[in-house]
């Protein structure tokens, strides 16, 4: 009973503390002269992308162990699994709640041209970071550093981008919470917010990773389960938060790219810390999520093409998580 209770409490303080931090972010884009979009792809993906890239550096670079190193591994692969899967079904359903003409008008302003070319730049090195797991050869650690220079390329790109286009209207924030009666806050207060609430995060994340853990230990779970299908979804828990605050907001543009930005992280920091500190060798449990994690961009990219977009279309992507839950005790069993 303890064990649920801190989770809901972590919970709550993760949800509050993306409402501030979200709040700070939609200040900090305009002071560094960032577009709207740029403001989920780049800001709010870099911080909420923090808790799983922190448990995949403490894993491969500071464990001592093989079972370590593998930790780092397997949170390098389930990051972008729960991403892809539950944090665009949440997104879906939370487009479900709002008025039917409110949801249909949020989801038409969505940018599909450009979500598409996200996931399928995250698709081709998601697919090549799966088959570094498979081969073994002498320079593959030094791939990690073409890891880091491929989110390099994409940062830069997004941060051209957003300057570059004005079809994109800037909506004024709402008035910062840590100086509400401003209109104009000072750019020392966002900052405060904007680094304080993602320090809350970070930890209040790590701890329900941590809660989660011992309560699945009591239910008698086996660990791979929990280092698998429960913990990548309690890392990614800002994502699903962030989403479900912008799609209230009627912001689900940024709510996606949010996700589109976070798992261009995952598809690359993590990975690239991996392949230069561990073997970076997938087991069946690995290979099935990363093959369940590409079959659900692969679903979101025909939807995407084909003008179908929906709150209906982006709820089945949670389809392919449940399909990968109900994968996993056969792949565990061949491992």
Request: net charge positive.
């Amino acid at each position: 009973m303890l064990h649920l209770v801190a989770l809901a409490a972590c919970a709550v303080a993760v949800y509050l503390a993306c409402e501030w931090f979200v709040n700070a972010v939609e200040w900090l884009g305009p002071r560094l002269r960032l577009g709207p979009l740029a403001v989920g792809t780049v800001l709010a993906a870099f911080g909420t992308a923090l808790p799983e890239s922190a448990v995949t550096f403490v894993a491969a670079v500071l464990g001592g162990s093989p079972a370590q190193k593998d930790i780092g591994v397997g949170a390098a692969m389930g990051g972008p699994l729960a991403l892809a899967t539950v944090a665009y079904a949440v997104t879906g359903w939370m487009l479900f709640t709002k008025p039917r003409n409110a949801s249909q008008v949020d989801a038409g302003h969505i940018d599909t041209v450009k979500l598409a070319r996200d996931q399928t730049w995250f698709l081709v090195i998601f697919v090549v970071k799966v088959v570094l797991g498979l081969v073994t050869f002498a320079f593959k650690p030094w791939l990690g550093i073409a890891m880091f220079a491929a989110y390099a390329v994409y940062f830069i790109s997004e941060i051209r981008s957003s300057r570059d286009d004005k079809s994109v209207v800037q909506e004024d924030p709402s008035p910062l919470l840590l100086q509400r009666r401003r209109a104009r806050p000072a750019t020392w207060a966002i900052l405060v917010q904007a680094i304080g609430t993602l320090v809350i995060i970070l930890v209040a994340s790590q701890f329900f990773v941590r809660q989660l853990e011992s309560a699945a230990t009591l239910l008698g779970l086996p660990a791979a389960v929990t280092a698998l299908l429960l913990s990548p979804v309690a890392t990614e828990l800002p994502e699903i938060m962030n989403a479900i605050i912008w799609v209230r907001a009627g912001k689900s543009q940024l709510a996606l790219a949010n996700i589109s930005g976070a798992m261009m992280i995952q598809a690359t920091v993590p990975s690239g810390i991996g392949l230069l500190f561990t073997p970076w060798r997938l087991d069946a449990p690995l290979l099935v999520s990363g093959l369940m994690t590409m079959a659900a961009i692969g679903y979101l990219l025909v939807v995407l093409r084909r003008g179908r977009l929906s709150p209906a279309t982006l709820s089945v992507a949670g389809v392919f998580y449940l399909a990968f839950a109900a994968l996993l005790i056969p792949a565990l069993a061949a491992s």
